[in-house]
């Protein structure tokens, strides 16, 4: 079963510091890249996608992506406590058929 | 507003019991899925529906089977609940299984 390894598990980051958040695809028909946010108790929520090579930037978040080598990265600046929670790494192909894969998820935690 | 519903929030069955979760979407979704939460092993495909009676295993479908004869609903059953099936599972969908997926609010199940 191709797998998505995420990395580190957990990460504790102070207040104002930057997160990094990182994944990785053993599955080479992967083209898609999702990042999906879970706060404790509550369900998944797509956070950011990424579908082509370089970086996306959403406010404080911001998506790396390198096709050639299945990486993408999530990077938080100026964190917030709000920001603590589990996030998710998806993938998919992007022809017809495919699902949705998810790695195990990197726990934050951003302290005061 | 764009929902998934997830009926039960929490349930608590006895080994050996029938399990009906059930799920619904207001946004015309032709895909739906069913995916179990566990501690350290992230999020895992159980069942892919592309609509109405077209359904597929994903990675973990055994001890499971799913129900979708209205684009709008989608039911997992359990047939005989074994205690390896306490878990959270959550029900999502989109509108192709190459988008965003959109999640219910999860059922907690506990076979005792």
């Known amino acids: 079963q191709q797998k998505v390894q995420q990395s580190p598990e957990s990460l504790i980051v102070p207040e104002g510091g930057m997160a990094s958040l990182n994944c990785t695809s053993s599955d080479r028909n992967v083209d898609y890249f999702w990042w999906y946010r879970q706060r404790s108790g509550k369900s998944p929520k797509m956070l950011m996608?990424?579908?082509?090579?370089g970086e996306k930037e959403e406010g404080r978040f911001t998506v790396h992506l390198n096709k050639a080598s299945l990486h993408t990265s999530l990077h938080i600046r100026d964190s917030q406590p709000s920001d603590s929670a589990l996030y998710f790494c998806a993938v998919s192909a992007s022809n017809s058929g495919t699902y949705q894969r998810f790695g195990t998820g990197t726990k934050l935690q951003v302290v005061p | 507003d764009m929902k998934v519903t997830q009926m039960p929030r929490y349930l608590i069955k006895r080994m050996g019991e029938n399990v009906l979760l059930e799920c619904g979407q207001d946004m015309s979704h032709e895909t739906m899925y069913w995916y179990r939460q566990d501690p350290g092993l992230g999020l895992q495909l159980i069942y892919i529906?592309?609509?109405?009676?077209?359904?597929s295993e994903g990675d973990i479908p055994k001890g499971y089977r799913v129900s979708r004869k209205k684009r709008e609903h989608f039911s997992l059953i359990l047939d005989s609940a074994k205690t390896n099936q306490t878990s959270v599972y959550f029900c999502?969908?989109?509108?192709?299984?190459?988008?965003?997926?959109?999640f219910g609010s999860g059922t907690r199940l506990t076979v005792l």
């Open positions: 999502a969908s989109s509108f192709t299984s190459a988008e965003t997926l959109y």
């Open positions: 529906s592309y609509d109405v009676d077209s359904n």
């Open positions: 996608a990424i579908f082509s090579n």
